[in-house]
């Protein structure tokens, strides 16, 4: 059965200080990999599609990679407006995404 | 650009009735998504629509049901509702399915309360 799991499901940081968010996966024949950033009250804002082991991609502080069982989304140096839900989701060839329930970031001044 | 449109983003209903949310996606885009999130299992794939066909159907029962239209909107409708269809249901719309450096870009949701 397609699956993903995120952990930790909570992560509190001070600000400036470097972290890095897991994504385990098992899909038959992965479409590609999401990562999403949700604020309450919100729907989620897309942030990366990765589609193969070794690929790496960045924006600002935040850094997604990809391994064949995993992909992680590393935060340097975080600032207070990165606290939010970070969402992983992977598409199967069926083209349904199926989501993780999370990881759950604050970041404190 | 315009942004998806989900309309209401509050919805009160009794148990037993039915409601219809709807969906506009991004200008363009002609595949729309549906999800229900809630605290305890996250977000759950409902349907997805393209070019007025529905392409892939989640694990969930008849009561849940969706079309969409020629101008790629969407509409998905629940029946006899349930206390535990209490969510938020988000819109998801994307260029196609060949098309997924895209991503897809979802809507601000229905907070539906079944009371």
């Known amino acids: 059965e397609d699956q993903v799991t995120q952990s930790p499901e909570a992560l509190r940081l001070q600000e400036g200080e470097s972290s890095s968010l897991n994504c385990s996966y098992t899909v038959s024949g992965l479409r590609g990999l999401f990562w999403y950033r949700q604020d309450p009250g919100k729907g989620p804002e897309f942030l990366f599609t990765l589609y193969s082991a070794g690929e790496e991609k960045e924006k600002e502080r935040l850094k997604a990679t990809l391994t064949k069982k995993e992909s992680f989304l590393h935060i340097t140096a975080p600032k207070p407006e990165d606290s939010a839900t970070y969402l992983c989701?992977?598409?199967?060839?069926?083209?349904?995404?199926?989501f993780g329930t999370g990881t759950r970031l604050q970041v404190f001044p | 650009k315009a942004g998806v449109t989900q309309t209401p983003r509050y919805l009160i209903k009794t148990r037993g009735q039915q409601v219809t949310l709807s969906c506009s996606p991004i200008?363009?885009?002609?595949?729309v998504s549906w999800y229900q999130q809630t605290p305890g299992q996250g977000l759950q794939f409902l349907f997805e629509y393209f070019s007025e066909t529905q392409r892939n159907k989640g694990n969930f029962p008849g009561r849940f049901s969706g079309r969409q239209f020629s101008n790629s909107r969407s509409e998905m409708n629940v029946s006899t509702l349930e206390l535990g269809d209490s969510a938020l249901y988000l819109c998801a719309s994307s260029p196609g399915p060949d098309r997924l450096g895209y991503g897809y870009t979802f809507g601000s949701g229905t907070r539906l309360t079944v009371v």
């Open positions: 989701a992977v598409q199967a060839p069926t083209d349904k995404l199926i």
């Open positions: 200008s363009g885009h002609r595949s």
